[in-house]
């Protein structure tokens, strides 16, 4: 069952809300009304909850498709927006976009422990494959945890505070000498180096690298780019699968899925996280 924790939903709420708000005032002539968007899906959302069975799953469809267009058309980028994009797609059972949209607001909120709880019951629903991280992955997450327990707006308040501290010891140390202070400078100096460099991994990882989820129900694996190559597999790869993309020829994405298996498929059955 979908996990919605209402102290956690009115506080995702309150965010969405008030980054809205912000994003309409730094546009002064926005091509729509965000927030009043925003407020329509959420409505939609509630209202499909009283749905059953396949009036409910259109209905969810029907919110899903107004997130995403405060995504794509708004340009909308928060972490728990994505994550309510997820929990529509995931009522309507769409199970890749649903994927796709938790993946997203992964990037932003980590730590956020209702979208963790669904995307491991998406998982286990669907029996999805998720990419696997190498050994040296798990090696880093365990000597750098730090770097796993920010996400990317509390490293970069992190970094900014550290900037402004810095400056501030470097102005009184002009004027005093202390040795505690220059201790505390070099410190800060460390941290902030640290930071920085969590921060420029997060950026090349969201920004560069080819993530993606399989969004058809039917996906047909090929050894090649074509119909023409044989099936990689008897049957289709199940909506869901996570992959990473290592090479693109017209319609054809050769790709690598969480078994290790490197096989062609059509980019129309495909999501980029």
């Given at each position: 069952m979908l996990r919605i924790n209402t102290r956690y939903y009115n506080l995702a709420l309150t965010v969405i809300l008030v980054f809205l708000s912000g994003s309409i005032f730094v546009n002064a002539a926005p091509d729509f009304d965000k927030k009043q968007l925003f407020l329509e899906a959420q409505e939609a959302y509630s209202e499909a909850l009283k749905e059953e069975d396949s009036v409910k799953?259109?209905?969810?469809?029907?919110?899903?498709?107004?997130?995403?267009a405060l995504i794509e058309e708004g340009g909308v980028k928060n972490g728990y927006l994505f994550?309510?994009?997820?929990?529509?797609?995931?009522q309507a059972e769409k199970w890749?976009?649903?994927l796709v949209q938790y993946r997203r607001a992964e990037?932003?909120?980590?730590?956020?422990?209702?979208?963790?709880?669904?995307i491991q019951i998406l998982l286990e629903k669907t029996n999805a494959t998720?990419?696997?991280?190498?050994?040296?992955?798990?090696?880093?997450?365990?000597?750098?945890?730090?770097?796993?327990l920010m996400d990317l707006t509390q490293k970069k308040w992190f970094l900014l505070g550290c900037f402004s501290l810095i400056w501030?010891?470097?102005?009184?140390?002009?004027?005093?000498?202390?040795?505690?202070?220059?201790?505390a400078l070099w410190a800060l100096v460390i941290l902030t180096i640290g930071l920085g460099?969590?921060?420029?991994?997060?950026?090349?990882?969201?920004?560069?690298?080819d993530r993606g989820v399989i969004i058809s129900k039917d996906s047909d694996a090929r050894k090649g780019p074509g119909l023409s190559y044989e099936r990689f597999f008897e049957q289709n790869l199940i909506e869901a699968t996570e992959f990473s993309v290592l090479e693109r020829q017209g319609d054809?994405?050769?790709?690598?899925?969480?078994?290790?298996?490197?096989?062609?498929?059509?980019?129309?059955?495909?999501?980029?996280?």
């Open positions: 799953r259109k209905s969810m469809l029907k919110a899903a498709e107004i997130y995403q994550y309510n994009a997820g929990n529509a797609y995931f890749g976009k649903a990037r932003l909120i980590p730590n956020y422990p209702e979208l963790q709880s669904n998720p990419t696997s991280d190498s050994w040296l992955h798990g090696v880093s997450k365990s000597l750098f945890f730090w770097h796993y501030a010891l470097m102005i009184i140390s002009i004027f005093k000498y202390l040795f505690q202070l220059r201790v460099g969590s921060l420029s991994l997060d950026l090349y990882k969201y920004n560069l690298t054809w994405w050769k790709v690598e899925i969480g078994t290790g298996e490197l096989v062609w498929l059509l980019k129309e059955d495909l999501e980029k996280i």
